[in-house]
Every structure is written in structure tokens, then in C-alpha cells.
T-cell receptor, first 117, second 109 residues
Framework: DVKVTQSSRYLVKRTGEKVFLECVQD?????MFWYRQDPGLGLRLIYF???????EKGDIPEGYSVSREKKERFSLILESASTNQTSMYLC????????????????FGAGSRLTVL | GQNIDQPTEMTATEGAIVQINCTYQ??????LFWYQQHAGEAPTFLSY??LDGLEEKGRFSSFLSRSKGYSYLLLKELQMKDSASYLC??????????WGAGTKLIIKP
């Protein structure tokens, strides 16, 4: 089974702190994604990456950055956490974009619930 | 803009059948996905439709009409463990996923 592991299930941080959310996948997937999930809203894409050292902005990149130094690892960074970044953060991976349905199926991590006080 | 609509919440009885609808307006279409998400857990893949018609997978079926911008997820013989949120997502012309807000399904005994 493909596994996507997020380092922290629950975090509580203070406004202005730097926050690192780590995500590791073990199936050699090309694509990795960071979403945030808030009640009443669909999943919103923050950043994604199609390859090592490559990153693309999603719909809501402001206040976030990412790092992908190795294929299996995709990190989300909040340089200076704010209360409006309190949310559930979901990491996901997929094999390849385009064409085949199987390649576009996302496998998600269990999520990291971040509270910023 | 791009939009996915699905009901916020539905209630059904154990053993019954429920249909969760999803309508979409997107820039292009390269397939529609349904995911299941239990409270506090990761979404998991249920189904993928790219051609019109019904795809059956055990107790779950998914239907697509591209001309109507419409899909539904049909759950038969409902079990308590089916209580979850069901997420509809469309792959647009740029192969980006557009997500609905999800439908919370409550199963009552």
C-alpha cells in the first residue's frame, strides 16, 4: 500500500512562530501536494511539486513556502504563523499527471491539525 | 469561475440507499473523482468517472453525465461505517483538481 506520512498530527503554535510540516511518501510518486481543509470549504491547494526541487503555486500560496529536496519528501513552511492559518493540512501524492485515471488518484496523509494562538 | 456543488449534509437509515449528487462547472473536464473521508482521517479514493454512465463497485456506484455537468454517488445497503464525508472533485483541462466542499453523510440505526 502507498503510504503518505505526515510528521505531526496535532500542533499548537504561537503567532509569529515558524512552522514546519513534513510529509514523506514511500511509493516513488512524482507529484506531491499540500492542501488545507476548512469546514464548509473544499480542499484548497497551497503548493504542489512535480519533481525534486520543483514547486508550483496553488490557489492559496500566500504565507506559505515549500521545499522538495528529495523525491519522497515535501515540506510545508509557515514563515510566520498567523491565526488565520489555523487549519487541517493534508499532504497527498500521485504517480503522474494527465491521462490515466490511476495516475491521477491522490493518496493522502492523515493530516496535521495546526492551531495558531 | 470553477465551481463544484454538493449538499452539505444528508441523513439516511442503516440498510437503505442514498444518492449524493454533485454538479460542476469547470474549465474543461478530464474526469471526476469521489473520495470518502471519515472524521479525523485522510480522504480515500472511491471512484473515477471519465465517460458517461454508471460505474459499479460493490455497494458503491458512481454515475456521470458530462453534458449535464452532473454526477452522483450511490450507496446501497448502508452500514454505520458509511458515516463519513464524501468529496467530489473534477480534473480540469489543466489536470488540476477542483474540489467540492463535501457532503457529510449521517447514518442512523
Amino acid at each position: 500500500d502507498v503510504k503518505v506520512t505526515q510528521s505531526s498530527r496535532y500542533l499548537v503554535k504561537r503567532t509569529g512562530e515558524k512552522v514546519f510540516l513534513e510529509c514523506v511518501q514511500d511509493m516513488d510518486h512524482e507529484n506531491m501536494f499540500w492542501y488545507r481543509q476548512d469546514p464548509g470549504l473544499g480542499l484548497r491547494l497551497i503548493y504542489f511539486s512535480y519533481d525534486v526541487k520543483m514547486k508550483e503555486k496553488g490557489d492559496i500560496p500566500e504565507g506559505y513556502s515549500v521545499s522538495r529536496e528529495k523525491k519522497e519528501r515535501f515540506s510545508l513552511i509557515l514563515e510566520s504563523a498567523s491565526t488565520n492559518q489555523t487549519s487541517m493540512y493534508l499532504c497527498a501524492s500521485s504517480f503522474l499527471a494527465g491521462g490515466d485515471s490511476g495516475a491521477n488518484v491522490l493518496t493522502f496523509g492523515a493530516g496535521s491539525r495546526l492551531t495558531v494562538l | 469561475g470553477q465551481n463544484i456543488d454538493q449538499p452539505t449534509e444528508m441523513t439516511a437509515t442503516e440498510g437503505a440507499i442514498v444518492q449524493i449528487n454533485c454538479t460542476y462547472q469547470t474549465s474543461g473536464f478530464n474526469g471526476l473523482f469521489w473520495y470518502q473521508q471519515h472524521a479525523g482521517e485522510a480522504p480515500t479514493f472511491l471512484s473515477y468517472n471519465v465517460l458517461d454512465g454508471l460505474e459499479e463497485k460493490g455497494r458503491f456506484s458512481s454515475f456521470l453525465s458530462r453534458s449535464k455537468g452532473y454526477s452522483y454517488l450511490l450507496l446501497k445497503e448502508l452500514q454505520m461505517k458509511d458515516s463519513a464525508s464524501y468529496l467530489c472533485a473534477v480534473l480540469d483541462s489543466n489536470y488540476q483538481l477542483i474540489w467540492g466542499a463535501g457532503t457529510k453523510l449521517i447514518i442512523k440505526p
